[in-house]
């Protein structure tokens, strides 16, 4: 069966520095990966997804995640953070016609 | 294209009340999904499905059942609810399956007192 952690509950940035939100999986086979954002009140929307390829895979509103198998990692992140960033994100994984999600990292963004 | 939709938004229920939930999309997806949000648990699978008239068990689906008669419709029902069924309820849906993006609806808000 497949797995996905989140090991942070929460994550802090000040505004304009670099953010990395951390997720690692465990699945049998190639990894299907994805990531996803929250805003309250609102429904999952998709952020990027590596399937094969490229490690580094690029996504919307400036976001990009780092592809690394020897650590079964999948790390989210953006080079410059915005307040408009905050957000709880998910992260997910693949597996026998479903998906699996993390238990969700809520990003904060200080002014 | 409005999407995914959801009804109700918000619903309070009487323990050992039943009710439906109606998902409906418009993007000619195949693949449409049920989820419970819970605080600490982040999304848990009920059912699924992958074509018209077929339905299949996620990870959390005991007190529930679905039927996905039509295409673009895929409705949830909780026969006989528990204070246990409170949670924000999200319906997906995917083009390609487990590869393809999911996209998700507002999410119903149900309360079982």
């Known amino acids: 069966a497949q797995s996905v952690a989140q090991p942070e509950d929460q994550v802090n940035v000040a505004e304009g520095n670099p953010l990395t939100v951390k997720c690692t999986y465990s699945v049998s086979g190639n990894p299907y990966l994805f990531w996803y954002v929250q805003y309250p009140n609102r429904g999952l929307q998709f952020l990027l997804k590596?399937?094969?390829?490229?490690?580094l895979v690029k996504g919307s509103y400036g976001f990009e995640a780092e592809f690394n198998k020897s650590q079964t990692s999948f790390h989210l992140k953006k080079p410059s953070a915005l307040v408009s960033d905050s957000a709880l994100y998910f992260c997910?994984?693949?597996?026998?016609?479903?998906?699996?999600f993390g238990t969700g990292t809520k990003l904060q963004v200080i002014p | 294209n409005a999407g995914v939709t959801q009804t109700p938004k918000f619903r309070v229920l009487k323990t050992g009340q039943s009710m439906t939930l109606l998902c409906a999309q418009d993007?000619?997806?195949?693949?449409m999904y049920w989820y419970r949000q819970d605080p600490g648990m982040g999304l848990r699978l009920i059912h699924y499905s992958v074509g018209e008239g077929t339905t299949a068990k996620g990870e959390v689906p005991d007190g529930y059942n679905v039927s996905r008669l039509k295409k673009q419709n895929f409705l949830l029902g909780l026969e006989s609810a528990a204070p246990s069924q409170t949670s924000v309820y999200f319906c997906a849906s995917s083009l390609s399956g487990p590869t393809g993006e999911q996209y998700f609806g507002p999410g119903t808000r149900l309360t079982v007192t």
């Open positions: 997910a994984v693949r597996g026998y016609q479903k998906v699996t």
């Open positions: 590596y399937i094969t390829g490229d490690n």
């Open positions: 993007m000619n997806h195949e693949y």
